[in-house]
């Protein structure tokens, strides 16, 4: 590494990953000082805040400059779409993210497809259109259900499994015409539906080299059991030991490798995380979508199991000096259990007062997510996802009775969470 003394890092965002990734560099000896723009009180805490929303491209370039940053870690897929590591290295300054070319591979579901494609990696058959007559007309023999896609970034919320004909076409029509979800659905692509379990990895890419973080899992469902309307996700846990070393072998040969080497071949210098998301079907893993950033609440069970600094990591990615690294990680199981706010992620309170205990045990730790101070400096909700509450034990069940046990002591209002966090890992255990 070329720097020597202690540097300067910046977080940009404002949820449970980029608290989890300031507490990675308050605890890392590479780091002096860390801020936050916008931050969350749970940063605050250890962190200066500064209140620049984290697509202000703008003012947080001058933010680094002001504060004399050394390296920006970029957390949100918005402002890694937006070109805030292009805008950064335009002024010499270090970013851990990829530039708007790599961020496209998030920001367009079409561009993905065609990298995919292009390079052989197993994915689902896909089709994309601007008109609805014509996708409207390829509905007509697809086989049903069918998934649809609004190209854009949507928030998480642009993909619709239609289960029939009407539902399909009805959901082309206000996708394309209707623009549901804006710019981000004038354009549609319209993909095979995969079954199976489905999981994600997390790659650390700078260039062609690349290491792969341990595996975890997310529940994107609000409801125990796995239903209910999409969220985030509510919780998480690692290893995941639905990827075996088998399959790992399997997912790195076919689609790790070929991805990255497939985004290097398209002439885009990728330095950043890729977080692919993965349909273990019975023909094996295929790739249902890439994002460009850290999961969350992924980052904050894969970053609590680190043994090697996150922080070198990032830092060796950004510098193009990644083939260095070797990762360890601990032999804990980490569980995040998410306390939401009653009725996410549809429509819920915010400003009520959160209760949180005065300390937390050895391997525990309470990551700020939509949190706030309000006039009188208590922490309030202000958002669907409010805490992720994380716990490391020597296996999961441990782990899990010991997040649980933290949960049930912090307390606001419209407290809900999903007590079956691991559900499916605790019952193949058994
Ligand atoms: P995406 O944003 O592309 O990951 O899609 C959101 C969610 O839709 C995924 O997490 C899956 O649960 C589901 N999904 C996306 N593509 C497919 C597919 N081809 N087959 C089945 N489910 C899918
Ligand atoms: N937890 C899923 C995501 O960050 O997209």
Avoid: W
């Avoid at 608290?19 to 002096?32: E, M, Q, R, T, W």
């Avoid at 069970?301 to 680190?306: A, D, K």
């Amino acid at each position: 590494m070329s720097e020597n003394s202690p540097l300067t890092a910046l977080i940009v965002g404002s949820g449970g990953r980029e608290h989890a990734l300031a507490d990675a560099c308050v605890k890392s000896p590479l780091i002096g000082r860390t801020i936050a723009a916008p931050g969350n009180p749970g940063i605050a805490a250890d962190s200066e805040c500064f209140p620049i929303a984290a697509d202000d491209i703008p003012g947080l370039v001058s933010l680094a400059e002001q504060q004399s940053v050394d390296f920006v870690i970029v957390g949100p897929e918005v402002p890694l779409t937006l070109g805030l590591v292009d805008a950064l290295q335009k002024k010499g300054m270090l970013a851990y993210g990829p530039k708007a070319d790599g961020a496209r591979l998030e920001g367009s579901k079409n561009f993905t497809k065609e990298v995919l494609l292009k390079y052989n990696i197993p994915t689902g058959a896909a089709a994309s259109f601007t008109e609805s007559a014509a996708a409207i007309e390829y509905l007509q023999t697809a086989s049903m259900p069918i998934v649809l896609k609004a190209d854009g970034l949507a928030a998480g919320k642009g993909v619709v499994i239609a289960q029939d004909l009407d539902e399909a076409t009805k959901t082309i029509t206000d996708m394309i015409d209707g623009a549901a979800f804006g710019d981000a659905s004038k354009e549609v692509l319209i993909e095979e539906c995969l079954f199976g379990e489905e999981t994600s990895i997390h790659v650390i890419v700078s260039g062609k080299d690349y290491v792969i973080l341990p595996t975890s899992q997310d529940h994107k469902q609000a409801y125990e059991g796995d239903v209910g309307p999409n969220t985030g996700g509510m919780g998480a846990y690692s290893p995941a030991d639905l990827i075996d070393d088998e399959l790992m072998a399997a997912i790195e040969r076919d689609i790790v490798k070929p991805s990255v080497d497939g985004i290097a071949a398209e002439g885009i210098d990728f330095r950043g995380t890729l977080f692919i998301g993965l349909m273990i079907t019975k023909k094996g893993p295929q790739v249902l979508e890439f994002n460009t950033r850290f999961g969350d609440p992924e980052t904050q069970v894969l970053l609590t199991r680190l043994e090697t600094d996150p922080v070198e990591i990032m830092l060796a990615a950004a510098h193009g000096e990644l083939a260095k690294i070797d990762v360890k990680v601990k032999s804990e199981y980490a569980m995040t259990v998410v306390l939401a706010s009653g009725g996410y992620p549809a429509s819920y309170p915010k400003g009520e007062v959160i209760t949180l205990p005065a300390s937390v045990g050895e391997n525990e730790i309470i990551f700020h997510a939509g949190t706030k101070f309000d006039a009188d400096k208590n922490v309030v909700t202000n958002g669907g996802r409010v805490l992720g509450v994380t716990a490391l034990g020597p296996d999961l069940k441990t782990a899990a009775d010991k997040a649980y046990a933290l949960c049930d002591k912090i307390d606001f209002k419209s407290k809900y969470l999903r007590r079956d966090i691991g559900f499916k890992e605790l019952n193949r255990q058994k």
